[in-house]
T-cell receptor
Framework: GAVVSQHPSRVICKSGTSVKIECRSL??????MFWYRQFPKQSLMLMAT?????????EQGVEKDKFLINHASLTLSTLTVTSAHPEDSSFYIC???????????FGEGSRLTVL | AQSVTQPDIHITVSEGASLELRCNYS??????LFWYVQSPGQGLQLLLK??????LVQGIKGFEAEFKRSQSSFNLRKPSVHWSDAAEYFC????????????FGPGTRLSVLP
């Protein structure tokens, strides 16, 4: 099956700094990528949808200036948490879909801890 | 609007016992149905999927699921649970709108007793 890789798997940063999380499709071209946030013992909460070469579409309530999403190529999307605060600590997951594909392929997730 | 319910938040079974996790969906057209498993601190792994055809689908790790249109259900089953099956299980509905995300259920946490 198709592989999506997320990096880093864990990151700890100080409050006020920015953190970038990468999501790569390793063996297919991802025309659409999705970013989720997952709180403990809860389901995935969609943050934004990103299509290659265009601006991301953010879900209601998600601050686009805080969570910057870039999908500059067909194999890479990045999520940058700007000026991170402890309340941004969470598990972030990406998924990707190839052209004409219904199925979503998920990254391994990234655990962000903001001190 | 699409929706997915998983009535059981937490299920505990003994190792070797059979398992059924329930999933009900609401969707106006033919649904594309998925079951994913998530171990702590990990991403989601696809167990199985249903697009069309045979309503009983086989997946990895000995899991199967049956699509019942009349009941709007897609329940996941396993005849004999192993301790390594303890995890969170998510049912999801997708569509052929390629720009659209899946709708996920709230998840069912499975605990396995030795």
């Amino acid at each position: 099956g198709a592989v999506v890789s997320q990096h880093p798997s864990r990151v700890i940063c100080k409050s006020g700094t920015s953190v970038k999380i990468e999501c790569r499709s390793l063996d297919f071209q991802a025309t659409t990528m999705f970013w989720y946030r997952q709180f403990p013992k809860q389901s995935l909460m969609l943050m934004a949808t990103s299509n290659e070469g265009s601006k991301a579409t953010y879900e209601q309530g998600v601050e686009k200036d805080k969570f910057l999403i870039n999908h500059a190529s067909l194999t890479l999307s990045t999520l940058t948490v700007t000026s991170a605060h402890p309340e941004d600590s969470s598990f972030y997951i990406c998924s990707a879909r190839g052209p004409g594909s219904i199925e979503l392929f998920f990254g391994e997730g990234s655990r962000l801890t903001v001190l | 609007a699409q929706s997915v319910t998983q009535p059981d938040i937490h299920i505990t079974v003994s190792e070797g016992a059979s398992l059924e996790l329930r999933c009900n969906y609401s969707y106006g057209a033919t649904p594309y149905l998925f079951w994913y498993v998530q171990s702590p601190g990990q991403g989601l792994q696809l167990l199985l999927k249903y697009f069309s055809g045979d309503t009983l689908v086989q997946g990895i790790k000995g899991f199967e699921a049956e699509f019942k249109r009349s009941q709007s259900s897609f329940n996941l089953r396993k005849p004999s649970v192993h301790w390594s099956d303890a995890a969170e299980y998510f049912c999801a509905v997708g569509s052929d709108n390629y720009g659209q995300n899946f709708v996920f259920g709230p998840g069912t946490r499975l605990s396995v007793l030795p």
